[in-house]
T-cell receptor, first 115, second 112 residues
């Protein structure tokens, strides 16, 4: 398997622009997680889905952030409008609910820079 | 709310020495505890996962222990190598849905 795939790997945009990050989970996995990593706050969970349904979005910082999972093989995280403080690395992870360890597998991340 | 603390925040050792990385957590009702490695500018690589019912896990030069009663886990890396230089993250899972809590990490430098 190719693992969790994220695109783009790097994104540079200007403040006020819309940003869309994409994630393809490992085939067969039914849980998907979006994380944000910054120097100041470390790794934070933003939202997670089970069977394409959002379970907990309490980590989403503001209404400017939204996430969707239209099917089992694709998810997006959108920021609109973007701000410089959104600059961070965004990770997507997936796992299998029936796995006793419920181990999460992380993608390579998208490094977002908002100028 | 689970809090995960890692000490020390940074560590530098000469090649060949053993590494000891400490992790503490406040809520002992965990499903599992996991250690990840992160290289600069890279993603997270899982090293070891210890289930709640287990006391330790081993993989090659790596050994991780878990003591739920005291809220502690320790990652041992034997005979360190420069390639072990990275940030090591301790992560606990206390949620049946898989929600993880991350420590801030220990940045390790192994000098040749």
């Amino acid at each position: 398997d190719a693992g969790v795939i994220q695109s783009p790997r790097h994104e540079v945009t200007e403040m006020g622009q819309e940003v869309t990050l994409r994630c393809k989970p490992i085939s067969g996995h039914n849980s998907l997680f979006w994380y944000r990593q910054t120097m100041m706050r470390g790794l934070e969970l933003l939202i997670y889905f089970n069977n394409n349904v959002p379970i907990d979005d309490s980590g989403m910082p503001e209404d400017r952030f939204s996430a969707k999972m239209p099917n089992a093989s694709f998810s997006t995280l959108k920021i609109q409008p973007s701000e410089p403080r959104d600059s961070a690395v965004y990770f997507c992870a997936s796992s299998l609910l029936s796995d006793p360890t419920y181990e999460q597998y992380f993608g390579p991340g998208t490094r977002l820079t908002v100028t | 709310k689970q809090e995960v603390t890692q000490i020390p925040a940074a560590l530098s050792v000469p090649e060949g020495e053993n590494l000891v990385l400490n992790c503490s957590f406040t809520d002992s009702a965990i499903y599992n505890l996991q250690w990840f490695r992160q290289d600069p500018g890279k993603g997270l690589t899982s090293l070891l996962l210890i289930q709640s019912s287990q006391r330790e896990q081993t993989s090659g030069r790596l050994n991780a222990s878990l003591d739920k009663s005291s809220g502690r886990s320790t990652l041992y890396i034997a005979a360190s190598q420069p390639g072990d230089s990275a940030t090591y993250l301790c992560v606990s899972r206390t949620d049946s849905w898989g929600k993880l809590q991350f420590g801030a990490g220990t940045q390790v430098v192994v000098t040749p």
